[in-house]
């Protein structure tokens, strides 16, 4: 497996094939995400909620992300790899953007990193470009500055909305990113978002006219269960899978019926013989 580039996600949109991706945040996720032939991982400051436990992605911190991200990087070598910058890692300067970009590279082998906002983050997004990194814009739904949305709410349902976010995807363009993701938004805005950029564009919850779909995978494999958005189609539930092996486990251990000879290593030939001779003298 060949990994992708920028240049082929945009020969992708030009042939209007579509791109998938999800996020991974672990090697063993990653390795069997490489081996169903995706195109991406974005490993997610959502690892705070479906790993950490955090009530949103405000806590998650560069440390973390770079652990996650250095993981994923090993067990999906040949993947287009982006890691999300954190709360507050590219907010405060172009200095602190730029220095916080360059430890994807540099501590975890990245090919992108991602970064939310529109307009307001358009020096940022210059700094690192011109630093010779690929950027990944994020606009619509930000988890980062939800509160100041309301919450995890749908955005861009007006057309006045629309027209903003259409404004934010154009500048983020000419900025100099070269992939955008679109988070919670209705097909409409998704399409026209889509057809006026000449980057691809990527949706999660944005409908179907995107160049592409990213899902976090802890909900599309029902693992995370605490909360479940509009626009996941879970593909499994290994929440079940997993409670009833566990169960299966406990009753097992308890009932004594694991282990069983077939889990147990055996000792050399005599030895056995040899060890009870020992403990007689002893005893």
Known sequence: MVKKNILDFAEMKRKREKVTWITAYDFPTASLVEQAGMDMILV??????????YPGTIPVTMDQMIYHTEAVRRGAPNTFVI???PFLSY?????????????FYKEAGADA???????RVIPQIQGIVNSGMVVV????????SSAQLGGFKAQGNTAEQAMTLLEDAKAIEAAGGSLLLVE??????GKIITEALSIPVYGIGAGPYCDGQVLIVSDMLGIFEIFTPKFVKKYANLADVMRQA???YVREVREGKFPTPAHCYKM???????LEEMLKEIL
């Open 44 to 53: 997610g400051d959502s690892v705070g909620m479906v790993v950490y436990g």
């Open 83 to 85: 890691g999300d910058m």
């Open 91 to 103: 907010q405060k300067s172009v200095e602190d953007a730029i220095t916080n970009a360059g430890r």
């Open 113 to 119: 990193i991602k970064l939310e906002g529109g307009k």
């Open 137 to 144: 814009g994020h606009i619509g739904l930000t988890p980062q």
């Open 184 to 189: 919670g938004v209705p097909p409409e805005t």
């Open 246 to 248: 566990f169960r299966e």
């Open 268 to 274: 050399r030939a005599g030895e056995k013989e040899k």
